[in-house]
């Protein structure tokens, strides 16, 4: 139904029949299918400005093709609504009495015309089709329908990539009027066999041609396709007879999947699988087995959605599909190049189960197809956040660029929205545009879903951002969570509210009440804390008495249910009661369910030891979540004591007031935002703010410096990681300093450790924050000394040359007059790393690293001299003085080595890579660069393989592979211009080498065949240049799931690889032989098909982040 090249010209009776059409009222009509009872055209409804699909029979309208055609009215239309059935808007007939059908148009057309494109999906991503057209079918079924003609060109694809079934043209009514001549009307190679044969079609028939179209998406070919020169005849023998298990040995799927599609296309109708139902069952089963993201299958019968349990998913992870503008595809590599590659998905794994919610799934997924912006409002604990995130894990198929989610609740600070977007879309950036023009410039081509929760506090901030980023990418779509609405052009409102309950003034049947979602949900969270609890004849009225008395609301009813661990239901109900009564006495004026929600937080508040109520207060002082660490240095004293902490923590997690999750290979603790913001009001009522805000300043202010002082060793990867997680209560921390008098000159210690920001690529928000926090005291200390140097090395980093020599002079000034050695180390270092990158006289650069080399041995100060040796190193080869320049790089290299700086190791590794292409060993270079490419891989330096990719296309090129040299210099240039940097950050001497390499590979292989593989090369994803870099195949563990499955010794053995230990180190930690820590080691490369130490690094990261 989709629109493929050109439109053709109308002609002959299609020419007639849109002249009838447009006679009624219709625009635009184009012809965009036809088959053998009609025609299929695009129209445009002017009245109500939407494009649709207007089917008109052209058959001559006798009886039975009149019926057949109204069979087919009947038959959509008692099935129009659910949301993987193509809808029907209208019917009627032209002037000339041709019967027509209104319905929905799809652009993106059909799985048959996705197949032919694109080739075989794939059967992670065939099995979401496969599941929710079961569903369809089953639907179809219960109300008395048969299709006869499942096929993948009946099988639509929204614009928001859901599987529509269409074209129940053949379809009749059990019982309906038959073909007077009983031909088969479906398409062969999807037709059952007993129907070849002349039997009567049935459900049976339907799910052989689901499992047929399954088959033919995974492999890209029908099961049974005629072959050249084949007759019919021969085609349908082979149907009849031939195993199909032999045609599924041509491909590789798992087992169970081979088993399912086995039984739903079993030749014997009897043996086959049932219903679709079963079919979609089975398949959910596959997903869960190989722990993959498991399908929802709308069914209208239960009045439910039936959809997977937490425990079967997957955290966070979902295939990539397609985008609003593309397909439910499998896994698809993006036109360009996209540094989103921190995860696959941004969505956080469900701890629980979803309950109910399938009516408003489904409505705000049909909404969010339509309008771009989606802002779901409502109350707290109304279960707006479960909704958003339902929604998106539903929609991350249909986007190719993925779905990722900012979580708003704890950012204080509006200037900082966009980079908190910046910072969940995973993007590195160098340059000098603004956070909101970096966002804009990585979306415009993106095609992707972007949740933002909980924008109520940054409602301002927010509209002004979802504006920018709507107008400037038009594949992005924001579904957004608030108490209030954005209140900007194009944004539908959403209201969500509490779940359905019995009525009171109804009567409700014995044992049907699990059917209202309330209680449903107040059934199987109670079911989870209290062993063998189900509704019973004898407590089934108290249970609807109390969900009735929650008004539904998702947050009450679960807190609530938490109660039975000590409760009855009966003495629930009574407690309650006396809980709403004391509150509404006192309460009046309060909303009906902000008292509801009140009286239940309050009473879980007095259920609550003293120590609980005041840890669950204290704790409302992080951002986001935090660890057992951190909740003894911050909340303890000398009346809520550190050896207490843990156990009262774990009270509060059984009370449902803390979230207990496992993150990094350690348990982290959150509260829901109603929850904390409860106990925040608490906290400020007892005056104890002002000091657990310092407490908990000082306490990452602690793990800022540790993280500076431990980052030239082998821990580095971890702290990244570890920076990482605590990005938000970093943050909160500088806002402390940035907003209390007398906290600056803290703020600037804190703001000024320079390897956070370049490690997590955030130059632009490190430069924010010291920059403000500078404004609030212009007095020369050495807290400012170090923060104008750093401010400097930024800049220069970004290419702003003017404020980096500017703000260094001033450090150095203020340095001099303070006798502040290392200060003015780092601001000598930043005006000779100026010198050397934006001047034609990079000599003049030498005696300044000279002079700073010697300050900074000074002063004692650790780390910071490596990072300046490598801009010694990078000056002399820039002055053609290699010989000098390799001895300063082998000394950083073997320093590097020695204290496991697998970071610096990496830019030495580049160096010497460098120097010696440039000596013309071209082999030995490409085996440094490989080297420090994987490293880089390992940090996600985007900066570092930019740098790395150019040198080993001069490696090619140097080589005589000029195509290999021509693809990976158009893979730099995407990842430069991504990453918002001048190629090879604008230094002359680096740039003057690539145009010598490039003029090489260009000539060799000339200008078209370079320019067809520089466009390769640019057209590659992240992970594609990095593969190609590097020869390689794709990583199959970037998933996230090895090939084959480690043991329990062989993953602690990556992990301890992953920290940068030897095998001798790993031996001795681990008190085995040192033989036996190689063989660990050497299965663990052999089970991941690994080639490197990195590569496990790298892999370890992955399960971790």
Known sequence: MGEIGPVPALTGLALRIASELAAAGYEDIHEIGRGGFGIVYRCRQPDLDRVVAVKVLIAEPDGSNLERFLREQRAMGKLSGHPNVVTIHDVGATPSGRPFIVMEYHRRDSLHALIRSDGPIGWEAALPIAIKVAGALETAHRAGV?????????????????????????????????????????SPAFTAPEVITGSQPSEAADVYGLGATLFCAI????????????????????????????????????????????????????????????LGEQLRAVEARHKLPIDGMPLPDSGKV????????????????????????????????????????????????????????TAVRKVLS????????????????????RVAQDASRALPDGVFVVELAALEVPALLPYSVIDALGIRDYSLRTP????????????????????????????????????????????????????????????????????????????????????????????????????????????VRLCQRLEGIPLAIELAAARLRVLTVDELERRLDDRFHLLTEGSRNLPQRHQTLQALIDWSSDLCTANEQTLWARASVFAGDFDLDALEAVCADDGLPAATILDTAAELVDKSIFIREERNRQVRFRMLETIRAYGHARLITSGDEPSLLRRHRDWYLSL???????????????????LQVEHANIRRGLEYCASVAGENRVGLRMASVLWPWLALGQLAEGRLWLERILALDMQPSPERAWALATVGYFAATQGDKASAVSVAEQARTIAL?????????????????????????????????????????????????????????????????????????????????????????????????????????????????????QVKRLFHDTLGSAFVLDALAWTAAASGDAERAATLLGAASTLWQEIGALPLTGAKTLVAHGERFEKAARTKLGNNAFNDAFQRGAAMTTDESLNLALRERPQESETGRPTTKLTRREREVASLVADGLSNKAIATQLVI?????EGHVENILNKLGFSSRAQIATWVTQQTV
Not at 160 to 171: V, W
Not at 1073 to 1077: E, N, V, Y
């Open 436 to 543: 909101t023009t970096v966002l804009c410039d990585h979306l415009r081509e993106r095609r992707l879903l972007l949740v933002l929760d909980n924008c109520e506090h940054l409602v301002d901030a927010a509209a002004e951002l979802v504006n920018d980023v709507l107008r400037a990418a038009p594949g992005i779509r924001i579904l957004a969570t608030s108490r209030q609405a954005l209140r900007i052009a194009g944004e539908h409102v959403y209201p969500v509210l509490p779940l359905p309950a019995p009525n009171p003034a109804e009567p409700i049947a014995p044992g049907t009440t699990t059917q209202y979602p309330a209680v449903a949900l107040f059934t199987e969270r109670s079911a989870a804390l209290v062993r063998g609890f189900a509704i019973t004849p004898n407590n089934e009225a108290a249970v």
């Open 704 to 722: 800022v410096e540790a993280a500076g002082r431990e980052w030239g060793g082998s821990q580095q990867q971890q702290w990244v990681i570890r």
């Open 306 to 361: 039936r959809s997977g349990n937490a425990e079967d998913r997957r955290p966070g992870a979902s295939p990539q599909t397609a985008g609003p503008d593309t397909v439910a595809s499998p896994p698809r590599t993006p036109a360009r190049k996209a540094p989103l590659a921190r995860s696959a998905i941004g969505v956080p794994g469900e701890l629980t189960s979803f309950v109910g919610r399938r009516h408003e799934v």
């Open 370 to 389: 339509a309008s771009r912006l989606v802002t779901l409002t409502g109350t707290g604990g109304v279960g707006k956040t479960r909704l958003a995130l």
């Open 146 to 186: 048969l299709h006869r003609d499942v096929k993948p060109s009946n099988i639509l694809l929204t614009d928001y990539g859901e599987p529509q079934l269409a074209d129940f043209g053949i379809a009749r009514i059990f019982g309906g009027f038959e073909t007077a001549d009983r031909r088969v009307t479906g």
């Open 219 to 278: 492999t890209g070919h029908a099961a049974y396709e005629r072959r050249s020169g084949e007759s019919v005849v021969a085609q349908f023998l082979r149907i009849t007879r031939e195993p199909l298990t032999d045609l599924l040995d041509e491909v590789a799927i798992p087992d169970d999947l081979g088993e399912a599609i086995t039984a739903a296309m079993d030749r014997d109708p009897q043996s086959r699988t049932s219903t679709p139902g079963d």
């Open 1073 to 1077: 032989s040192l033989r036996t820590a």
């Open 817 to 933: 007059a303070l006798n502040e050695t290392g200060a003015l180390a780092f601001a000598t270092h930043v005006l000779a790393l100026c010198q050397y990158s934006f001047t034609a006289d990079p000599a003049a650069a030498i005696p300044l690293l000279d002079e700073a080399l010697q300050l900074f041995a000074d002063a004692n100060v650790p780390i910071y001299p490596d990072l300046l040796r490598m801009d010694l190193a990078a000056a002399l080869i820039f002055l053609g003085k290699l010989d000098q320049a390799a001895k300063v790089n082998d000394e950083l290299l073997e320093r590097s080595y020695s204290a496991g700086d697998n970071w610096q190791r990496s830019n030495a590794l580049w160096a010497r890579g460098l120097l010696t292409l440039l000596s013309g060993d071209s082999v030995q270079a490409e085996v440094d660069l490989h080297e420090a490419l």
